[in-house]
């Protein structure tokens, strides 16, 4: 199956700093990535879509300027979160779409990245 | 934001037992999409279906796109220890089209099984 790289896998930081996650798809090209967010025991809250060569589309709540998200070739995306709080401590993922063929798409997750922020 | 129903929340079995899930929605799904997720990890992709009707095994897990386009369930027999994890069933709405194929999810079903 189609492989998704997540980096870092964990990250702790400083409140106040600026944080970069890293996916990446490794043997296919993603027009279309995710990303989405964690909380423990609860289901996947997508937070925006990150499509390749244009700007990303956020979902209703999710401020643009804390989460950039840049997607500037066919296998990265990279979240940044910027001025991290405590608050923002989380498990983020992302995914990867794949077009696959008669539209038989579907998406391959990344490791996770757990952001601890103190 | 718009969520599946997926039953049951959480399920507790002894090692060789069949283990049944399901979701539904009020709204019409071209995709169905059955995760696997381990503490700490990403969802792992077990099944993907696309077409009504359509039923698709992996292994000893089995699962279904419904007739009316609103439900798929998932299967699993003779469960082993390695069964356990969080179950995600995610759909994609019919006529979203362009970019912005996002997928609705279920809040899982979590499963425990007793060797």
């Known amino acids: 199956g189609a492989v998704v790289s997540q980096h870092p896998s964990w990250v702790i930081c400083k409140s106040g700093t600026s944080v970069k996650i890293e996916c990446r798809s490794l043997d296919f090209q993603a027009t279309t990535m995710f990303w989405y967010r964690q909380f423990p025991k609860q289901s996947l809250m997508l937070m925006a879509t990150?499509?390749?060569?244009?700007?990303?589309?956020?979902e209703q709540g999710v401020e643009k300027d804390k989460f950039l998200i840049n997607h500037a070739s066919l296998t990265l995306s990279t979240l940044t979160v910027t001025s991290a709080h405590p608050e923002d401590s989380s498990f983020y993922i992302c995914s990867a779409r794949d077009g696959g063929a008669g539209g038989r798409e579907t998406q391959y997750f990344g490791p996770g990245t757990r952001l601890l922020v103190l | 934001g718009q969520q599946l129903n997926q039953s049951p929340q959480s399920m507790f079995i002894q090692e060789g037992e069949d283990v049944s899930m399901n979701c539904t929605s009020s709204s019409i799904f071209n995709t169905w999409l059955w995760y696997k997720q381990d503490p700490g990890e990403g969802p792992v992709l077990l099944i993907a279906l696309y077409k009504a009707g359509e039923l698709t095994s992996n292994g000893r897990l089995t699962a279904q796109f419904g007739i009316t386009r609103k439900d798929s369930f998932l299967n699993i027999s003779a469960s082993i220890p390695s069964d356990v994890g969080i179950y995600f069933c995610?759909?994609?709405?019919?006529?979203?089209?362009?970019?912005?194929?996002?997928?609705?999810w279920g809040l899982g079903t979590s499963l425990a099984v007793n060797p």
């Open positions: 995610a759909g994609q709405l019919m006529g979203n089209a362009g970019n912005n194929r996002k997928l609705i």
């Open positions: 990150s499509n390749e060569g244009s700007k990303a589309t956020y």
